[in-house]
């Protein structure tokens, strides 16, 4: 049975977007919320009389703002928007994408500040409910709006396009007949409401969150792991546990990497062979306390946007005037995205260097490249796949927000590439997972070729899991079908390696 959400316009938050989109549930509108759209709606249609020029409403939209639609027109214009606007390319956004897209969509017109029409907004919540999800398509948008993903909700309204349903896609047409249901007739701004949002980035944005989430988990526990196999020193996270600000950056990292060596022996206050670990092991807890905090600060701005209208014009329900905005600029999500890929990027290379040390014989006392027989080559070659990998992270971390182009005849000429910077961030976090894949087959196969060491709670269930996957290499093997096989797993995280630390989990 379908669970229940309710939604008012204004308390949406992250986890009840990625819940909805994943799983099974029914929302619900408030009934305040209704009002509140109704109000709006008659707002709008008063001013559709009149003779005072709104954008986007009796006025063509960018730098045909100075073109006037007549009464008579409404219709085929809002149409023709639709249209204009089906400019996106690419492959179509998944499904569970395109029904966050929805859910935020719905609940940005709750909160009354668009004047769309009463029975697009219901409309909306039948397609929720209903598991008719439209297929959008995701290239074309610079970061002021997402209009020409959007412009394909639009097209599905009409009923036109294609949609998901039960499990396949299907002409829009279709489905609405075997669902009984009539494409929508636009009236006055409903078009520009419709395509206006950015309610496909701000999707995006939560999902790269919540998978940021989890690769950090993933990380701390992997490089727990790599800890115990060098033998290496944990006073870094102790004396941040005992010394670092509440609820910092610092404190989370320290937490939870000796949370997960709860039991092991570098607890112990053994007799080291390293008086100070290298950097890449000795810094970790403060360079995770960077993605700690540039996590935290992109999720604080991303939440909040979820209750703040990106609507352009606004209808004011206070002063009932419609306002020219610039609600749906996106910098700051953007900037916080190049410091989240940011911080990515340093614990990346961080984590390579782990691996040429887990290979180098002088630094662990173990057999070179980790090779149990002098026959073996060992993971000698993996290195290169490390590097490469972390070589494309660099690479896409290069700046992105400050290009852009003046386009529409100049009149828009700043953007911030915002859907842009999150395909950067969604490759760095794939190409993170498979260098968190090696350097985990690497730190498992070092435990194996160590003296036995009592692991801790976290790590230990860490190398079980591992173990489930991938065997003990007595001998060279296909090094590619392993790193596949455990990068799957760190990325569908079926198995609970990060559920079992309180990652990002449903």
Not at 345 to 353: D, G, K, P, Y
Request: charged fraction near 20%; include cysteine.
């Amino acid at each position: 049975m379908a669970q229940k959400i309710k939604l008012t316009g204004f308390d949406l938050q992250i986890i009840d977007v990625l819940r909805v989109a994943r799983g099974d549930f029914e929302v619900e509108l408030d009934e305040i919320a209704i009002e509140r759209v109704k109000k709006s709606r008659q707002i709008v249609l008063d001013k559709a009389q009149g003779t005072e020029k709104i954008y986007g409403l009796n006025t063509g939209v960018g730098q045909n703002k100075d073109q006037t639609i007549a009464f008579a027109e409404f219709e085929k214009f809002n149409r023709n928007l639709i249209y204009s606007h089906l400019v996106a390319i690419g492959d179509p956004v998944n499904e569970i994408q395109a029904r966050a897209v929805l859910l935020i969509k719905l609940n940005s017109f709750l909160r009354g500040n668009s004047g769309v029409a009463e029975e697009i907004v219901l409309f909306l919540q039948i397609l929720l409910n209903r598991r008719i999800t439209p297929m959008m398509k995701a290239t074309s948008s610079i970061g002021e709006s997402d209009l020409g993903t959007l412009a394909f909700l639009g097209l599905v309204l009409l009923g036109e396009g294609k949609v998901y349903y039960q499990g396949e896609l299907q002409p829009t047409a279709d489905v609405f007949a075997k669902e009984k249901l009539q494409p929508i007739i636009l009236g006055p701004k409903d078009g520009l409401s419709i395509v206006s949002s950015n309610a496909y980035s701000q999707a995006l944005s939560i999902f790269a969150i919540d998978e940021a989430q989890r690769l950090l988990s993933n990380m701390e526990l992997i490089y727990s792991l790599t800890l115990e196999a060098v033998d290496g020193n944990v006073t870094p996270f102790l004396w941040y546990k005992k010394s670092a600000p509440q609820q910092s950056g610092y404190l989370h990292a320290a937490e939870r990497v000796l949370s997960n060596l709860a039991g092991s022996y570098l607890l112990d206050e053994h007799s080291r062979t390293s008086m100070q670990d290298p950097l890449s092991f000795r810094n970790f807890p403060s360079v995770a306390a960077s993605l700690y905090d540039a996590i935290d600060y992109l999720e604080r701005i991303v939440a909040s946007h979820l209750y703040i209208s990106d609507e352009n014009p606004y209808v004011d329900l206070e002063t009932d005037a419609i306002l020219s905005t610039c609600n749906y600029d996106t910098t700051s999500v953007a900037l916080a995205l190049e410091m989240v890929n940011t911080a990515l990027s340093q614990l990346a290379r961080m984590s390579v260097f782990r691996i040429i040390k887990l290979g180098d014989s002088s630094f662990t006392h173990l057999p070179r490249f980790l090779a149990a027989t002098e026959q073996m080559l060992g993971f000698q070659t993996l290195q290169k796949t490390a590097v490469r990998l972390e070589v494309q992270i660099n690479d896409l971390t290069n700046t992105t927000t400050n290009n852009f182009y003046p386009i529409s005849s100049g009149i828009e000429d700043y953007a911030t590439n915002l859907l842009l910077i999150l395909t950067k961030t969604s490759q760095i976090l794939s190409y993170f997972n498979y260098i968190l894949a090696i350097e985990s087959l690497s730190a498992a196969q070092a435990i194996d070729l160590g003296k036995e060491k009592r692991l801790g709670i976290g790590s230990q269930h860490l190398y079980n899991t591992l173990r489930t996957l991938v065997p003990f290499l007595s001998q060279d093997y296909n090094l590619s079908e392993l790193v596949e096989k455990i990068a799957a797993e760190l990325i569908a995280n079926t198995s609970g390696i990060a559920a079992s630390q309180g990652a990002a989990q449903l």
